[in-house]
């Protein structure tokens, strides 16, 4: 474990706030989360954890019993889940200004549901091969891939981030997803997929998130060589 102190200095107010851990693999879903954590800029312990022992291990299945990652732990609230995480972490940290006012939050909890439902569900099953056959689309969540893409597509179009005008923790997440998904091929590359992955990754966040996680994936890589 160490200690890893993300631009504190940024928000002072932060700094008397409850001890935070993160639990990840830089290989993982946990690059999430790791966005989300340097966006709110609080500083945090890091535990790195191997897909193998270290996920299964009773310590860390005491924080998560499904033995995955990321996890965070905050004081002594567990969050798992990455959009869950996200969510909590805006909440949690509300100088950072990425939750709307409540008044505004119907597109920001609609499309961060949406990206945690229906398109991870869609993703997935499409990565894994299974096709929802047409005469059964209904009781798919997702209904089908083809639809799933398109309403993605008009969460991205309507304003500059998802939420509105305005980046927010949905972005993250919802963001995450396309920039994961258009560069490995499990989305298509359209342009409105292109035009918002460019503007959410020109982020201070999301590039220090992945110094941080390129260079521990280096490090696992020189260690193994």
Same mark, same amino acid.
């Given at each position: 474990?160490?200690?890893?102190?993300?631009?504190?200095?940024?928000?002072?107010?932060?700094?008397?706030?409850?001890?935070?851990?993160?639990?990840?693999?830089?290989?993982?879903?946990?690059?999430?989360?790791?966005?989300?954590?340097?966006?709110?800029?609080?500083?945090?312990?890091?535990?790195?954890?191997?897909?193998?022992?270290?996920?299964?291990?009773?310590?860390?299945?005491?924080?998560?019993?499904?033995?995955? +990652? &990321? =996890?965070? *732990?905050? $004081?002594?609230?567990?969050?798992?889940?990455? /959009?869950?995480?996200?969510?909590? %972490?805006?909440? @949690?940290?509300?100088?950072?200004?990425?939750?709307?006012?409540?008044?505004?939050?119907?597109?920001?909890?609609?499309?961060?549901?949406?990206?945690?439902?229906?398109?991870?569900?869609?993703?997935?099953?499409?990565?894994?091969?299974?096709? +929802? &056959? =047409?005469? *059964?689309? $209904?009781?798919?969540?997702?209904?089908?891939? /083809?639809?799933?893409?398109?309403? %993605?597509?008009? @969460?991205?179009?309507?304003?500059?981030?998802?939420?509105?005008?305005?980046?927010?923790?949905?972005?993250?997440?919802?963001?995450?997803?396309?920039?994961?998904?258009?560069?490995?091929?499990?989305?298509?590359?359209?342009?409105?997929?292109?035009?918002? =992955?460019?503007?959410?990754?020109?982020?201070?966040?999301?590039?220090? /998130?992945?110094?941080?996680?390129?260079?521990?994936? @280096?490090?696992?890589?020189?260690?193994?060589?």
């Amino acid at each position: 474990m160490f200690h890893i102190c993300s631009h504190v200095d940024s928000y002072p107010e932060l700094k008397m706030t409850a001890s935070l851990t993160f639990y990840t693999n830089p290989m993982s879903r946990g690059q999430i989360a790791r966005w989300m954590l340097e966006e709110v800029g609080a500083p945090y312990d890091q535990v790195l954890l191997d897909f193998g022992s270290g996920m299964k291990d009773a310590a860390y299945l005491a924080i998560n019993p499904m033995g995955k +990652v &990321p =996890a965070i *732990k905050h $004081g002594e609230h567990v969050v798992t889940e990455c /959009a869950a995480i996200c969510a909590y %972490l805006a909440d @949690a940290f509300p100088d950072a200004g990425l939750a709307p006012p409540l008044s505004e939050r119907a597109d920001y909890y609609r499309w961060l549901f949406f990206a945690a439902g229906p398109l991870e569900q869609a993703l997935v099953n499409t990565s894994l091969g299974f096709e +929802v &056959p =047409a005469e *059964k689309t $209904g009781m798919a969540g997702y209904g089908s891939f /083809a639809l799933t893409v398109d309403v %993605l597509e008009l @969460a991205v179009s309507k304003y500059d981030y998802v939420a509105g005008p305005k980046f927010s923790a949905a972005d993250v997440y919802v963001g995450s997803q396309i920039v994961w998904g258009t560069r490995f091929g499990t989305l298509p590359k359209r342009p409105a997929f292109e035009s918002y =992955a460019a503007r959410i990754t020109a982020r201070p966040a999301y590039i220090r /998130a992945n110094e941080i996680d390129g260079a521990l994936n @280096a490090e696992a890589r020189k260690s193994k060589a």
